[in-house]
């Protein structure tokens, strides 16, 4: 069985959902029987095509086409037919698209093969779901994603169970949760003791992940430390003189080691699909003080890994509970617990090879 993957948005923590993805579809027994192929584009600014070439597995088909995250017309009309092209070389049995974008693209690509195959589709947070955009835009977002998948069908893949809920009143969803290399993760797992309680994001500084309420809130908390491990084109908005930004890091176990030197991790985001640096700052023992959005509810239990907050405001009360080590560490240890229960790779991975064989 062959099997292409399409992204556009190789970048934060969907690099290392495929990075996990091709070690996992690239083992010598899972190639037995599936061919894997990923085809994805080079153009944000946070991604190294070399880091790419040598980190995936060597299991897996690595095929770099040119996609652009905003409309485009012509340069859209170009990436699909480099995508047709390229589909008819393979001749997948499966295709699963993967973000908005190359869910759109892949999906007329797919159209034009005049060929029937199995057709995926997650969405790893909705647009329509966006809040830096007008209703008018939202509305468009919505309406495009209901035709598409009314014109072409296919199975949605939800990535969390909030998303499943509002993919269903699209289409056929399922529900395979995103999934971290625990045990990687906790190979960066050491004991700290910081002189100052520190509060951390790992993120790309972008309007999804709201750097405007991370400053409010370090403004709000000067007696505090803040971190945000990456960069990006809002960086300006982060003003707090007790804000660290590292800039963007491509070692990966040095950002790990950054991640775990916080005390609480916090996700100030205004939308997501299901965070990986969440669950991977919950690998590390680390409580999560999150927004209660979808894909941030999905990963924190209130109360008992972390706490979901509406309002700024709530903050006060959280802080003070996990001010205590005692608590953080019971709120880590609950963290880790649920990773294993739901956000393992690996049970994951094989949840989706098994839909794939269907």
Known sequence: MKVVHIIEALGGGVYTYFKDLSTFFGDDEIKKHIETT???SGNRKEIDRDKIKSEFS??????????????????????????????????????????????????????????????????????????????????????????????????????????????????????IRNGIDIANVQ??????????????IMARITAARNP????????????????????GELRHIITSQNIKITGWILDRKKVLKELNNIDIYMQTSLWEGLPIAVLEAMALEKPVIATNIIGNKDAVLHE???????????????????????????????ALTRCHELFDKNQNFKQLLALYQE
Not at 187 to 200: C, D, R, V
Not at 217 to 222: D, E
């Open 38 to 40: 990923i085809i994805y």
């Open 58 to 175: 060597n299991g897996v088909n690595l095929l770099e086409i040119n996609m652009l995250r905003e409309f485009s017309p012509l340069r859209d009309l170009k990436s699909i037919i480099q995508l047709n092209r390229e589909l008819r070389k393979i001749n997948p049995d499966v295709i699963h698209l993967h973000s908005s974008k190359a869910g759109v693209l892949g999906r007329i690509a797919f159209f034009f093969l005049f060929k029937k195959k199995k057709l995926y589709y997650t969405p790893h947070g909705y647009s329509f779901l966006r809040t830096d955009i007008s209703s008018t835009f939202r509305t468009i977002y919505w309406a495009i994603e209901k035709s598409f998948q009314y014109l072409f069908g296919g199975t949605i893949v939800a990535c969390g169970d909030t998303e499943r809920e509002i993919a269903q009143k699209l289409g056929s969803a399922k529900l």
């Open 187 to 200: 190979e960066q797992y050491a004991p700290l003791q910081n002189e100052k309680l520190t509060i951390g």
């Open 212 to 231: 405007e309420m991370f400053n409010q809130i370090a403004l709000k908390f000067p007696h505090f430390n803040f971190v945000w491990i990456g960069d």
């Open 304 to 334: 008992k890994t972390g706490f979901l907050f509406n309002d700024i405001s709530e903050l006060d009360s959280y802080f003070e509970i996990l001010k205590e080590e005692k608590n953080r560490a019971k709120f880590g240890k609950n």
